[in-house]
């Protein structure tokens, strides 16, 4: 053979290669490794409807067991949860027996022991659905309501990293205020003919509390995750400084994530690849406050970032804060399963997808439709982002292999 012919027979290959490689990407279902997202993909939509059940079937453990049994260093709850009903329907129905102020923080929350023992994070309904949120992306109180619509996201993401959360109604006067403790009970008013708390924390204030709609007050409650499994936190490398005039080196240094690439525990595992995963949730939810996050303890960097606090988010649907994707677009990597699963969400699946997961929860509907098709409309800005960096830099580089094998004995 000439070397002319080989030069043209080497070209065609080439060609081949390439578009095969593109192919498999952008059909995703002719690897063995997409097949296996395309299954994960399915399985999960078959189950995105959970009706609050309290039977627990094949087993005479607690619900409270059974959830943290799930936890391992990386997923909060396994693919498979035939008993997620029975757990979300006693975090919404089980006796509180203890109430007191939330941990610290900025934002106002109360902490309830459920009937077994069980700790769960209570946060007031403070704004009616279709409120807009204006100014700074992070601005306003926490929104109950964005803790359930995120919990269901990583759902559908298929994360698995956040706590579970539900909704529920509380009566203040009756449930909370004859088990509260001294220091939450101190904050307790009354508005007009509304029961009222302001409870303890950074920004609480007499002045700003929260009503009930008489005695009765909507909030989400939050799955505390077990105390074996105590939590580390950490600096965000993308945090922003919250000082006006300041930036934030990310914001101005192009470089920025060739730096964090040299440092622990962004260097090696899977770390940095949680993060942009989590940039690409949180661009979803309009959440630009993840100043922090946290992990578990002593993990070394290998358990995952946990998607703890996601109540700044759904504040404003026209606001698409794209700052909060510069992980992404800044070391252009992401994991070949969530590229995968960004693509099924394409044309309409995400928005319908997260309705139907949020349809059976006691406060549904959990947000309004203009942040239901904000989703969408973020995850094209989220898929325009990723060819923007193929197209610099090539599939081989940008869409990084990372798969885990998780065990829940």
């Known amino acids: 053979m000439k070397l002319k012919q080989r030069v043209v027979l080497l070209a065609i290959l080439l ?91 900025t934002q106002l929350k109360a902490l309830l022991i459920l009937e077994g023992g069980q700790k769960v994070v209570f946060k007031p309904k403070r704004y009616a659905r279709d409120y807009v949120v204006e100014g700074e992306p992070y601005a306003g109180y926490d929104r109950h309501n964005a803790e359930v619509a995120a919990f269901h996201l990583d759902r559908i993401l298929g994360f ?124 979803l939810i309009g959440n630009a406050d993840r100043h922090h996050y946290e992990s578990f303890q002593d993990d070394e960097g290998a358990s995952m970032l946990i998607l703890l606090d996601n109540a700044k988010s759904f504040g404003n649907p026209a606001l698409d804060e794209r700052s909060i994707l510069a992980p992404l677009y800044q070391c252009c990597i992401i994991r070949v399963s969530t590229w995968n699963r960004l693509n099924y969400l394409k044309n309409g699946v995400l928005k319908s997808a997260l309705k139907t997961a949020m349809s059976h929860d006691p406060i549904s509907p959990v947000l309004s439709d203009p942040h239901l098709d904000a989703l969408d409309q973020r995850l094209l800005s989220i898929l325009a982002t990723v060819k923007q960096c193929t197209d610099q830099f090539g599939l081989d580089v940008v869409l990084v292999e990372d798969r885990m094998t998780l065990s829940h004995l």
Not at 39 to 54: E, I, N, Y
Not at 211 to 218: L, R
Not at 233 to 256: C, F, Q
């Open 15 to 105: 060609v081949i290669f390439i578009f095969t490689k593109v192919f498999l990407i952008d059909n995703l279902d002719t690897s063995a490794a997409n097949r296996e997202d395309q299954r994960a993909f399915q399985h999960m939509l078959s189950g995105l409807r959970v009706a609050l059940d309290p039977r627990l079937e094949h087993t005479l453990q607690s619900p409270w067991e059974i959830a943290a049994q799930w936890v391992v260093p990386r997923e909060v709850y396994p693919e498979d949860t035939p008993e997620l009903g029975a757990v979300m329907h006693a975090m919404t129905t089980k006796k509180i027996i203890k109430a007191d102020v939330g941990y610290k923080g």
């Open 160 to 283: 698995r990293r956040a706590p579970l959360v539900v909704g529920r109604f509380v009566n203040l006067r009756t449930e909370i205020k004859p088990v509260a403790t001294e220091q939450l009970l101190g904050t307790f008013m009354t508005v007009g003919n509304n029961t009222c708390f302001y409870g303890k924390c950074y920004y609480c204030r007499e002045t700003e509390p929260a009503c009930a709609d008489g005695d009765i007050m909507e909030g989400s409650v939050t799955l505390w995750l077990p105390d074996v499994w105590p939590l580390q936190k950490h600096r965000h490398p993308w945090g922003r400084t919250y000082r006006e005039g300041k930036l934030a080196r990310w914001e101005y240094d192009e470089s920025y994530c060739d730096a964090v690439k040299k440092t622990s525990p962004y260097d090696s595992g899977p770390r940095l690849l949680d993060i942009i995963d989590t940039a690409i949730f949180d661009y």
